[in-house]
């Protein structure tokens, strides 16, 4: 399992559009990709829950990827969020 933190600076936090191709790139992996925040946690691959998360500017949140392919996933998943969010 690989394991990482990410705290977002977005001022808009996860908000639609970035969101949904997050989704997509997390499902092109077997992986999978799991979002904590607080006592929440989440699909990444699921648009509604992931949104529903209301993560915001300054929010911390972490990202646990387990499978086959989560070397990739998670060097893929941090790339995204760095760009994005």
Do not use: W
Not at 25 to 42: R, Y
């Amino acid at each position: 399992m690989k394991e990482f933190q990410y705290t977002v600076k977005d001022e808009n936090g996860i908000h639609a559009r970035p969101a949904g191709m997050l989704v997509k790139l997390a499902k092109g992996f077997s992986s999978t990709i799991t979002v904590v925040k607080g006592e929440k946690t989440c699909d990444m691959k699921k648009i509604m829950v992931l949104m529903g998360m209301a993560i915001k500017q300054g929010d911390t949140i972490t990202v646990r990827v387990e499978g086959d392919d989560e070397e990739a996933c998670a060097k893929q998943v941090s790339a995204f969020l760095a760009e994005n969010f």
